[in-house]
């Protein structure tokens, strides 16, 4: 199991694990999961990564259809400005390798922000912490786990 899927049973959330043979050289790690497991892409969500210019490192969960507001962001966060963390930074501070970050157990609690798109959806698909391996759950479920807010962060 992974620290996402680890956190999710201890608390008794309702949630469905989904794993799918992930391909090394699939471009996106997003698409891949949605395509693989025969679902929407708007109803597939990534985790990413961003800095405030203060350092401070965010969360952000978008669709994999899309892209992140880095503006937006920045405004939900209360930041002057946010840029994408650097792939280590986001390994070292989550425990995960990137196209695998959850936004569920990771090693340090970040502020965490959800686009407001999740709530359309009676769930949502996020990483469970490994490549090849998606959680499903509602997006309330999602944001009371990670004490995430939901912001129109997504385009």
């Known amino acids: 199991m992974t620290p ?6 201890k608390v008794r959330a309702e949630f469905r694990v989904h794993s799918y043979s992930h391909d ?14 025969g679902l929407s892409p708007e109803q597939v969500y990534k985790t990413l990564l961003a800095s405030t210019e203060k350092g401070e490192l965010l969360v952000a969960v978008v669709p994999v259809a899309g892209s ?3 503006k937006a962001l920045a405004g939900a966060a209360g930041a002057k400005k946010v840029d994408m963390a650097d792939a280590g930074v986001a390994q070292r501070s989550t425990g995960y390798l990137v196209g ?3 936004p569920l157990g990771q090693k340090k609690r970040l502020r965490t922000f959800i686009d407001e ?5 009676p769930s949502i698909f996020v990483s469970a912490g490994r ?19 939901f912001a129109a962060i997504g385009r």
């Open 131 to 149: 490549r090849g391996l998606e959680v499903e759950l509602a997006a309330e479920v999602l944001a009371e786990h990670t004490q995430a807010s």
């Open 24 to 37: 090394p050289k699939s471009a996106s790690y997003g698409l891949e999961a949605a395509e693989k497991l």
């Open 68 to 70: 992140l507001d880095l």
């Open 4 to 9: 996402a899927i680890d956190l999710l049973k």
């Open 100 to 102: 695998g970050i959850s």
């Open 117 to 121: 798109s999740a709530r359309t959806f």
